[in-house]
């Protein structure tokens, strides 16, 4: 029989664990970050690849996060940076093998959950450039306000503000909506 000082002992071994933050975050963000990383890349296999890459990076740092609730944060940013990676990669893979890419196809899953219109906001938001994708699909999806795009994202808060205008502008365009 274990011996309540055991039983304790055993409970204060895993709040020692340095990587507990870190698998408390994937516990808890991991699903939100892959839906993030799809917005941007357009393909579930390759932002399920982004975000895996991300933890796996992160765990190889841990002695280095400290600040765990910076580590969210950092999470989202290297989310955000790995998006873009694997975007040019994919323009490069365009380029070298000479082939016009066309946005993978959504699951046939997701293809009937999503309505007409769902689809046409996510088409047109595939087709916005890079930095306006990111900027909306972190004001809208996240609910990331100024501040914290433009520390995810590495710009100004008056370059997030004028992005996002652009995108929105872009997007009612797109959709054949007046502003």
């Known amino acids: 029989m274990e011996t309540e000082e055991a039983v304790a ?3 204060g071994a895993e709040d020692d664990d340095p990587a507990a933050p870190l698998v408390a975050l994937f516990a808890d ?17 390759t932002a399920e690849d ?9 765990h190889g740092r841990l002695e280095r996060l400290h600040d765990h609730d910076r580590m969210l944060p950092y999470a989202r940013k ?18 070298l093998h000479r082939r016009h890419y066309e946005p993978p196809v959504w699951s ?3 293809a009937v959950l ?6 046409e906001v996510l088409h047109a938001l595939r087709s916005l450039p890079g930095r306006q994708r990111e900027v909306l699909v ?14 995810v994202t590495g710009i100004s808060c008056g370059t997030v503000k004028s992005t996002s205008s652009r995108a929105l502008a872009a ?4 959709l054949g909506e007046d502003q």
Request: glycine residues 4%.
């Open 171 to 174: 997007l009612a365009r797109k």
């Open 138 to 151: 972190l004001r809208f999806y996240l609910g990331l306000d100024e501040a914290q795009i433009a520390e």
């Open 50 to 58: 982004v975000v895996q890459e991300v933890f796996i990076a992160m």
């Open 78 to 95: 290297a989310v955000i940076n790995r998006c873009r990676t694997a975007l040019r990669r994919r323009k490069l893979a365009e380029r």
């Open 9 to 11: 002992e055993g409970a």
């Open 108 to 110: 046939a899953e997701s």
């Open 29 to 45: 963000h991991h699903v939100a970050l892959v839906r993030m990383a799809l917005l941007i890349v357009g393909d579930r296999p």
């Open 114 to 119: 999503l309505d007409e219109e769902h689809r």
